[in-house]
């Protein structure tokens, strides 16, 4: 199998830490979001979204990170995707929360747009507005996050037990750091995401994620 990727990407490494953390043998085909790779035609002929990560399993391929970890977790019949009904449909509930709620203010509204041109609004009043929107809301997804999916009986986003609603979320929460989001008013939150952090292959997962939050040590963002 082929893992179409970038290494800081937020949605690339639940893929990479799930991958290895499971044994999961994948090809790793980087696209260089740096370069723009990813606008150009022949990418666009993998993915039309000009996104990573894609994962290629043989002629199958698919879009999608939450998809992409569901499908690795079915396949080599990983216990961190419950087959109970009810415990699947909590993963899924928190993986589309994760995505359809957090990702989007937090994401794409707070931080990208300050740390990629690309996603820069196109006046500084505009993203002004943008950012102090996303800020908003992703305080109150933070909160629902802290208090009601994790709170203080939880180990995990689902439970006492690692699921992929964990791989999942671990690194769009560590894409906090880039801003230097301070999680400490979030006590459920840092307790969980500690543990993630500890597990065997976090630290050689983000390597280089870590290099980009170092790079940007100096500079000014607009936080939470
Ligand atoms: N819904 C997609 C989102 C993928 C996504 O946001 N990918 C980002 C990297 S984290 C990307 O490729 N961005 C390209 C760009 O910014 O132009 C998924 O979960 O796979």
Known sequence: MKLYYHPVSTT???IMLFARENGIDLKYQLVDLTTGEHMGEDYAAINPNRQVPVLEDGDFRLTESSAILKYLADKFDSPTYPKDLKKRARVNQ?????NSNLYK???YGLIYPQLFPHHK???EEIQAGCIDWARGKSRIWLEVLDQHIIGPENNYLCGNEITIADFFGAPMI?????IKCDFSPYANISRWLGKMKSLNNWDAVNEIFYGM???LQEASF???
Do not use: A, N, Q, Y
């Open 222 to 224: 607009e936080s939470i």
């Open 105 to 107: 203010d937090w994401g």
């Open 94 to 98: 928190v993986m589309d929360w994760l």
């Open 12 to 14: 690339s490494r639940p």
């Open 174 to 178: 560590s894409l906090g750091e880039t």
């Open 121 to 123: 609004r196109p006046t």
């Open 213 to 215: 939050v170092k790079s």
